[in-house]
């Protein structure tokens, strides 16, 4: 009986393996050859890219000039919105607008929706967002309570807001394409990181509800789960086969765009998506809980010894 038991298991893990290896290689690299994901360029003349001076954000707002749409740049620097719309100029010729707002405030938004009326918006790109300095306990964040409510502005309220304004033209017009961004860290306990993670958690459901919501109506919703891209708020300053540049990244996710909306989008995180995926199947919970926790505090304690430096040196 145990052999046959045994068996079976195996059959089922190999079967897991191979189908996920399928769908991996569908998504990833076929799909798109063969014509399946979404005509993004036939969505809108317009893309709105937030956090769109930096890494990503920067990123999916030059390939989608390069693509031919007119690009709202909203981010809360005007000086680095002039330069990305000065360089996509330079670039594709293509029309910009910029909007300077900080999305850690709340009233922003009436300016927003002001400011985007009548704009036929194929693309929404929510990609803005923020982190901590460096993993820290919860209850040990420095101004804890400002902390949390920018980074529930900037990473919650932002994404719901310009959803909100966005989507109901795309509705009516029968078309378009929603991009929100979260994280690899929101698909596995992240201590240290606790208020971030719960933030993207949000985006990952709220994603998935409203991509059920809007499927007949002509507009998909996809949810990106992305892990270390080079960028100032990962703090990755190098390519690397694990952590991409923002534009080997993006150009992952229009291949992706209308088959996986649900997604790591570049392969190596696809890869480390799998095998999370599969430790928290097969591996006791306290035992993921505690790799994670100790990496992050590996990495708080080097942070911290940063600072001591830094602060000696002052």
């Known amino acids: 009986m145990w052999e046959v038991v045994g068996k079976v298991a195996v059959v089922a893990v190999v079967g897991r393996l191979l189908w996920s290896l399928v769908k991996g290689l569908w998504g990833t690299f076929l799909a798109s050859v063969v014509g399946f994901n979404i005509n993004i360029k036939k969505t809108g003349q317009w893309a709105v890219v937030t956090g769109a001076t930096d890494g990503i954000g920067k990123a999916f707002a030059f390939e989608l000039a390069r693509m031919g749409f007119k690009v709202v740049l909203v981010s809360r620097t005007p000086f680095k919105l002039q330069n990305v719309a000065a360089e996509i100029k330079s670039q594709y010729g293509t029309e910009t607008r910029i909007i300077d707002v900080d999305f850690t405030r709340t009233d922003i938004y009436d300016r927003l929706e002001k400011e985007m009326a009548g704009l036929d918006v194929g693309v929404l790109v929510n990609n803005v967002g923020m982190s901590y300095d460096h993993p820290e306990f919860f209850i040990e964040l420095p101004d804890c309570s400002r902390k949390c409510e920018h980074?529930?502005?900037?990473?919650?309220?932002?994404?719901?807001?310009?959803?909100?304004?966005?989507?109901?033209?795309?509705?009516?017009?029968?078309?378009?394409?929603?991009?929100?961004?979260?994280?690899?860290?929101?698909?596995?306990?992240?201590?240290?990181?606790?208020?971030?993670?719960?933030?993207?958690?949000?985006?990952?459901?709220?994603?998935?509800?409203?991509?059920?919501?809007?499927?007949?109506?002509?507009?998909?919703?996809?949810?990106?789960?992305?892990?270390?891209?080079?960028?100032?708020?990962?703090?990755?300053?190098?390519?690397?086969?694990m952590a991409p540049s923002p534009t080997t990244y993006v150009s992952s996710v229009f291949r992706t765009s209308g088959v996986e909306d649900h997604t790591a989008a570049y392969f190596m995180h696809k890869i480390q998506l799998y095998f999370i995926e599969l430790a928290k199947s097969y591996l006791p919970g306290f035992v993921l809980r505690n790799i994670i926790f100790n990496q992050f505090k590996s990495f708080r304690q080097r942070a911290h010894r940063k600072k001591q430096k830094d602060a000696k040196a002052e």
């Open 151 to 241: 980074l529930i502005n900037c990473n919650i309220l932002s994404l719901t807001e310009m959803t909100r304004i966005v989507l109901p033209g795309m509705v009516e017009r029968r078309r378009g394409l929603v991009i929100n961004l979260s994280s690899l860290s929101s698909t596995i306990p992240a201590p240290l990181l606790t208020v971030y993670s719960a933030t993207k958690s949000y985006v990952q459901s709220f994603s998935e509800s409203i991509g059920v919501e809007c499927r007949d109506k002509g507009v998909r919703v996809q949810c990106l789960l992305p892990g270390y891209v080079v960028s100032n708020m990962s703090k990755v300053r190098r390519p690397t086969l």
